[in-house]
């Protein structure tokens, strides 16, 4: 059975993604026991301005997220077949949209009725089940093979950075 490939390009985008948003979701865990908490705190604080550092990740992933997104709905599509994959995605679109459209003051001043806020604490929720399925969905399909295909550092002819543009156009057929 041959060795599992991913694009470089999916792997870099992948990888990032797959650093920042525990990032996200463990300053967020701590914004929320810190602001919120109303079903429940974490036994322990942490000291720090966690909205602040959790809005900075979020300032980070948000350009990754959005070429995440181009990539998945272009030459990745095919693996938006695996409901595990859709449901990450849009986990993630609604955690940085609502992310994006939130008063960082909401929390600080006690303001938790906000549509965004709710949609945002939703995607929250959302991100952990749907890392949980992504990991259970890759390793049923594939096993460590296929996790590891993820990170590995190999390249392939006709997968360098420079051919990602043409591999965006293939998937897209445009220049045929």
Known sequence: MPRPYQPSLLRL????????????????????????????????????EWIDIHGT???????????????????????????ANVMALVALVLAVGSGKMMDEDWLREGQFDHLFYGVHLLAWLLIALAIAMHVGSVLRRGGLPLARSMASLQLRSGDLPGNWLDQIRRSLKIGR
């Open 57 to 83: 990740v979020g300032v980070l992933l948000w350009p990754i997220a959005l070429l995440f997104g181009l990539y998945a709905l272009t030459a990745g599509r095919a693996r938006l077949h695996q409901p």
């Open 13 to 48: 985008l992948h990888g990032a993604t797959a650093l920042l948003v525990p990032l996200a979701w463990i300053t967020g865990l701590l914004v929320y026991s810190s602001h919120d908490g109303r079903f429940g705190r974490l036994p322990f604080t942490i000291p720090g």
